[in-house]
């Protein structure tokens, strides 16, 4: 039966390749008998570079710069801190601020918007706009199918959210699910956030029902038991896993033990936290020593003005956050361990980029736990929703939560220390500063800090350069796209080498900048989220959202990293050549039009009615 098993998967290998790659070309004789003949063997499946090294890409999610202790926060991450001491902790690198257009630009290595992400593939979050329909095309392939194309065995785990709605269910097409981008297996969930202990979860084109284990424990044994097949069947092959977590995504739901750690830890509240994180960010070197904290943000209370009933509540959200976060990092060791075990571990690179965004502000000011939030459900007075989550405080963390639960706003500052701002605000660092730890034992022998500007779309090359292998002028027959990043292996050896990636744009529901050799310009949507959902008690904004009305903000970051002076007034000249530059850069990407939460809000009404009126038909 097990040799049954294994000749399966070598044919389903092989005929995976047939699909993948162009028919080699055959050069042998033909006459009318064999005899006379010159047979020529085919070798249909590519192998990879003798010795090249495994690949393990790890992406969290919903983690701010100043979360996890690698990087100076108040949350344990020895294995995060094991893997950047023994590495290189990249401390100026970017996501694209939120979930689907971070993971798109990561696996393609072009920017977001280039690849039709410029939101996300869901309908209500999407748009019918050439680069907001959320369909990745195949001229735009993956780190996934260049690989597996070289000698390579892909692995997909956990979160995915790059198909569109209507082609999540068993009857695909799969071309957008993980199977239809280069992978062998997966295993995981396709939307944007699950249950961690009751996970929507699909494996290999099928969904399929969990066993209500944590997702964090089923992620890594999954992530095993394919090392443990690939090193039964064919140990020198080498694998690229991309093991990307439901954490620290909402909902933020962990086994008491975790969260238990953190009892009364957070009690002295967020402002405490962001100057102890602040101090230890300057005494790991991974911010300037001359830097300043930025002052808190005007929707978030100095915790000495919070109540004491809301002290004790949010102290608790954050308990849970944290315990969520640690027991993130155990699994990721745990991971980590059976490389090492099994010998592969000093000729594995890892990239663990922790977050594809900063902390997230959809908590709002008191945190959310079930369903009924104030986004759902605006017939809520301030006052009475703050009673309604005061009161389920016993449900924080536990098993029967919403998939919102999160929390307060006050927290996602804090996490995101040093930084303004949050998930989603993509003129913000806060949204986009995100830390990257490589470690690669054989491979870089160097440790420490690099600080040149690095962004997703520079790790498809690095990877590249890495393995030796070499970008193709087609994938199944479709013409490529050029990568747009600049690989990262020329700062290993020189810690001060000039930056390659030297202008990005960023733009999330019409939150948008551009940096260009240090200076970056930057324009915060509004309405915002808030101002569009507000309590139904308190006023409904007046503001039209058009995108011209936005105020553009200019800032140093060779000086200023995280922008606290803004120098609109002072160089207006410089603020107008940016501008200039990002409007260039929008209509070479169509990034027009800006499609903002209005939009969205507009689009999640048309399908809730497109599901009343369903039954009738």
Same mark, same amino acid.
């Given at each position: ?379 809520? #007075?301030?006052?009475? +929703?703050?009673? =309604? ?5 016993? @449900?924080? !963390?536990? /098993?029967?939560? %919403? ?98 990636? #030297?202008?990005?744009? +960023?733009?999330? =529901? ?5 940096? @260009?050799? !240090?200076? /970056?310009?930057? %324009? ?94």
């Amino acid at each position: 039966m097990k040799r049954k098993l294994l000749s399966a998967l070598l044919i389903s290998a092989t005929l995976q390749s047939f699909a993948q790659n162009e028919e080699p070309q055959w050069n042998g004789k033909i006459n009318k008998s064999w005899k006379a003949s010159e047979p020529q063997k085919v070798e249909y499946l590519k192998k990879a570079k003798p010795g090249a090294p495994n690949v393990l890409l790890i992406l969290l999610d919903d983690v701010g710069f100043g979360a996890t202790s690698a990087f100076g926060g108040l949350i344990n991450t020895p294995n995060f801190d094991s893997l950047a001491n023994n590495g290189l902790r990249y401390t100026n690198f970017h996501t694209a601020g939120i979930c689907s257009p971070t993971r798109a630009a990561l696996l393609t290595g072009r920017n977001h918007h280039a690849v039709k992400m410029g939101l996300f593939p869901n309908y209500h979050l999407g748009a019918d706009f050439p680069s907001y329909d959320g369909h990745i095309l195949p001229e735009n392939g993956t780190i996934a199918e260049v690989l597996r194309d070289n000698g390579y065995s892909t692995y997909q785990l956990g979160k995915w959210h790059l198909t569109p709605d209507e082609e999540t269910t068993d009857l695909g097409p799969f071309v957008r699910w993980p199977s239809g981008k280069g992978f062998d297996h997966n295993f995981g969930f396709l939307g944007g956030a699950t249950d961690q202990y009751k996970p929507d979860l699909v494996e290999d084109n099928q969904h399929i029902k969990p066993d209500g284990r944590h997702l964090n424990t089923l992620l890594t044994d999954k992530a095993i038991s394919y090392i443990d097949k690939q090193n039964s069947i064919a140990p020198d092959k080498p694998f690229f896993i991309y093991y990307a977590t439901g954490a620290a995504h909402a909902p933020h739901q962990v086994d008491k033990a975790w969260s238990d750690k953190y009892k009364g830890k957070f009690d002295q509240g967020w402002d405490v936290y962001r100057e102890q994180v602040f101090a230890n960010q300057k005494k790991l070197g991974v911010i300037p020593a001359n830097a300043k904290l930025p002052d808190r943000h005007p929707l978030i209370k100095a915790w000495k003005d919070v109540p004491v009933e809301e002290k004790k509540s949010f102290a608790h959200f954050m308990e849970v956050y944290a315990g969520f976060l640690e027991y993130t990092d155990y699994e990721i060791g745990r991971l980590v361990s059976h490389l090492k075990t099994t010998g592969e571990l000093e000729n594995t690179a890892i990239f663990i980029i922790i977050g594809d965004n900063g902390g997230s502000k959809e908590g709002s000011e008191y945190g959310v736990i079930t369903k009924t939030n104030r986004f759902s459900n605006a017939s809520f #007075t301030r006052d009475e +929703y703050r009673k =309604f989550v005061l009161s389920e405080f016993d @449900k924080v !963390g536990g /098993k029967e939560v %919403a998939s919102v639960a999160n929390y307060p706003l006050g927290w996602a500052q804090a996490t995101n220390t040093p930084f303004k701002h949050w998930k989603g605000d993509a003129n913000s660092e806060g949204a986009t500063h995100n830390p990257l730890i490589v470690h690669y034992p054989k491979g870089i022998k160097e440790r420490g800090v690099r600080n040149q500007y690095s962004h997703l779309i520079d790790i498809f090359p690095t990877i590249e350069e890495i393995t030796g292998v070499q970008q193709p002028e087609n994938i199944r027959g479709y013409k490529q796209t050029p990568l747009q990043g600049a690989s990262l292996f020329y700062s290993v050896a020189n810690a001060n080498a000039p930056s390659k990636h #030297t202008q990005q744009h +960023y733009c999330i =529901f019409a939150n948008r900048a551009i940096y @260009k050799d !240090g200076w /970056k310009a930057a %324009a915060a949507h509004r309405p915002t989220t808030l101002e569009l959902f507000p309590y139904s008690d308190e006023p409904k904004t007046t503001l039209d959202g058009n995108p011209d009305n936005d105020i553009w903000e200019l800032f140093n970051l060779n000086e200023d990293f995280n922008e606290r002076v803004d120098l609109a007034a002072k160089y207006p000249e410089k603020l107008n050549e940016l501008k200039a530059l990002f409007d260039s850069e929008a209509r070479k990407y169509n990034i027009y039009p800006l499609i903002d939460f209005e939009h969205a809000a507009i689009r999640q009404k048309q399908l809730l009615q497109k599901q009343i009126e369903k039954p009738r038909q």
